[in-house]
């Protein structure tokens, strides 16, 4: 994710909208400390990075790959141990 101060988003807001369409990310920067205060990101039509799950004990000692279509209910979750 680039980083921008409002002054350069205002003047070059043109090409950072055509970015943020091909996937990137910017977060604006503000004040005398440049201090992050919002993201621009993609809406839709990019894949967002999916947070990794954390295996407890087996982290690092296995890999494992959830299937892009992986869903499961609340219901489903909960009734696993039964």
Known sequence: MKSLPVGELKAQF?????KVQ???SFEILYGKKKKPVAR???VNGTKEKKKKRK????EGKVKYVFAEDFKMTEE???NLGK
């Open 76 to 78: 489903e979750f909960v």
């Open 55 to 58: 295996l407890g004990l087996l």
């Open 40 to 42: 621009i990101v993609p």
């Open 22 to 24: 091909q996937g990137e």
């Open 14 to 18: 043109s090409e950072v909208l055509e």
